[in-house]
């Protein structure tokens, strides 16, 4: 799905304009992206977390060259889905991990 694909949906959803979508999901990602970079973590109950991890500066390798490279630190996002999303794209793996805990009887 692309950012034009959730634009439609949202359109279709609320019987908006093409532009009131468009402003919706550029809220929306521009309010991620804002906190992320102040260092927030964002929490979306049922769909998951987005938070920044820090990575340590490292030796890495030129992988054409084999030349060694030093990598500065740096910090990425980082998404952690939620367990209702996992057991949604796994569906199969939900129903496992229900039938094999033991009933309180």
């Not at 093409?18 to 992206?33: C, H, L, M, Q």
């Not at 054409?64 to 569906?91: C, H, I, M, Q």
């Amino acid at each position: 799905m692309t950012k034009a694909d959730l634009v439609e949906k949202v359109t279709r959803l609320g019987d908006l304009t093409r532009r009131d979508g468009e402003v919706i999901v550029e809220t929306v990602f521009e309010s991620v992206i804002s906190a992320l970079q102040s260092g927030d973590k964002i929490e979306i109950r049922g769909f998951g977390s987005f938070r920044i991890r820090q990575r340590n500066p490292r030796i890495g390798r030129n992988p054409k060259t084999g030349e060694r490279v030093e990598v500065p630190a740096k910090r990425v996002p980082y998404f952690k889905p939620s367990k209702e999303l996992r057991d949604l794209v796994n569906p199969g793996e939900a129903a496992k991990a229900s039938s094999s805990t033991p009933s309180a009887s």
